[in-house]
């Protein structure tokens, strides 16, 4: 009897996959068990396997396509066998996403907004030749406009109406704009912001453009940031931090002074471990808005930042607060690895209580880190610059890394962050005192 071969559902937040690859053509023998696909989320890569022994008669969806969770994309069984009742019940639902070219296929490219200006789009309202006339001589975009012509027709009064507050051309301004190949810019040159000739922008070409599918990874970060930004109350604090014995006890570890086991802690662990030590004295950092209450956690799921190929990935560091330092940049190297390498499980970029982003690598100072709700709280770590101080009416020049707190305003207020903020710098500033003797010795034991 032949058997449906389904998309795997992977972790309760994983809605649909891309598939990556198939490994089997239509006709091939499988076993159970062997590998028929590999599929990506927008967390990791992973492999299908045939669910029985058989041929492959039929394949659903190619290289690219996106299918939901639990749907069928191919069908082992027997030579001749009837597979009717196997096969998706529709396109639409067997693949949600719109159609796109296979990965193996060239990238579409992006028409040139000078031959689309004019054109009629299948699906959207007609136009008039002088409405299509005056929208090019002004650059203005018809697919943005309301028709009011029949059947939604856009007339030339349309164009007229959407071109209230917009600047004035000359008139080679509007020969050259009606020829194609320029844009307008946001302002002219000329008396009251009118636009001649030199203010033109060259309209970049079909070659200077590459459409890119947003897929995978990229869909859900740009999904989920547009929706923390709608749906929470961000607030940022700037801090620096005094990191002159934090950079020396890094050298001391890095040359062995503890043991072999922690010569290849980081500055970032070490970040990691003071953030983690003293989010507990500050639940209200700790926590994440749940519809109309706020759970706050009594231990760090430490989220932290991971940049791969594949795009930004937050893998999560377990009970981050209990472990020692060893165990926590030992947790956090496998972590990262496993994202730079596809091989992230679901469940480990899940349940995060807070989250460190660090860009000081790239020479940023400060930035202002974006929420994942529901957290309500993503540090952000900037490079270690000198900062001018003054010490004993001398003013010294004194390594410090700048340290960028957004929290969500709904969950807790300023000052709570503030206080925050001061233990974490005061944490790093002596971050010696702040590791035990037994885990500086190796022993790793936890608090």
Not at 179 to 184: F, M
Request: with cysteine.
């Amino acid at each position: 009897m032949a058997s449906a071969v389904l998309l795997p559902k992977l972790g309760n937040s994983v809605e649909s996959s891309l598939i990556l690859a198939w490994h089997k053509a239509v006709g091939d023998p499988v076993a159970q068990g062997e590998l028929l696909a590999e599929i990506e989320t927008d967390k990791a890569t992973l492999e299908v396997e045939s669910p029985a022994d058989g041929l492959l008669l039929a394949r659903f969806h190619e290289v690219g396509d996106e299918v939901e969770v639990m749907a069928p994309i191919g069908v082992i069984g027997a030579a001749g066998e009837d597979i009717d009742e196997l096969r998706p019940k529709s396109t639409a639902a067997a693949a949600p996403a719109p159609p796109t070219p296979a990965m193996t296929q060239p990238t579409a490219r992006i028409p040139s907004p000078a031959a689309s200006a004019g054109s009629l789009v299948r699906g959207r309202p007609a136009s008039s030749p002088r409405a299509r006339k005056l929208a090019a001589a002004r650059g203005i975009a018809l697919s943005g406009l309301n028709g009011s012509g029949p059947a939604g027709r856009i007339l030339e009064r349309d164009v007229q109406a959407a071109l209230v507050g917009q600047p004035r051309l000359t008139p080679v301004a509007q020969a050259m704009l009606r020829e194609g190949g320029y844009n307008l810019p946001p302002r002219g040159s000329g008396p009251r912001g009118r636009i001649r000739r030199r203010d033109l922008i060259p309209a970049p070409t079909p070659d200077d453009m590459q459409r890119v599918p947003l897929r995978g990874a990229r869909r859900v970060t740009a999904r989920r940031m547009l929706e923390s930004l709608q749906t929470t109350a961000q607030l940022t604090l700037h801090a620096h931090a005094d990191v002159r014995a934090l950079l020396a006890l890094r050298q001391r570890l890095k040359a062995g002074e503890f043991g072999p086991a922690l010569r290849a802690v980081t500055i970032n662990d070490l970040l990691h471990y003071a953030v983690a030590r003293s989010l507990p004295a500050h639940p209200e950092l700790n926590a994440q808005l749940a519809d109309d209450h706020i759970l706050r956690f009594r231990h760090v799921q430490l989220g932290f930042a991971v940049d791969t190929p594949r795009g930004l990935y937050v893998p999560v560091i377990r009970d981050a607060d209990r472990l020692g330092l060893q165990q926590l940049a030992d947790e956090a190297r496998r972590l990262a690895r496993a994202c730079r390498d596809g091989a992230i499980r679901p469940e480990e970029l899940e349940g995060a209580t807070f989250t460190v982003s660090n860009l000081g690598s790239y020479g940023i100072e400060s930035f202002t880190p974006v929420l994942n709700p529901p957290q309500a709280g993503i540090l952000g770590a900037g490079a270690i610059h000198l900062k001018a101080v003054q010490e004993n009416a001398v003013v010294a020049f004194l390594p410090h890394i700048g340290l960028s707190l957004t929290i969500d305003h709904q969950v807790l207020d300023g000052a709570p962050a503030a206080r925050f903020l001061q233990d974490l710098a005061q944490r790093l500033t002596q971050i010696e005192q702040a590791i035990t003797p037994a885990e500086l010795s190796g022993t790793n034991e936890t608090p």
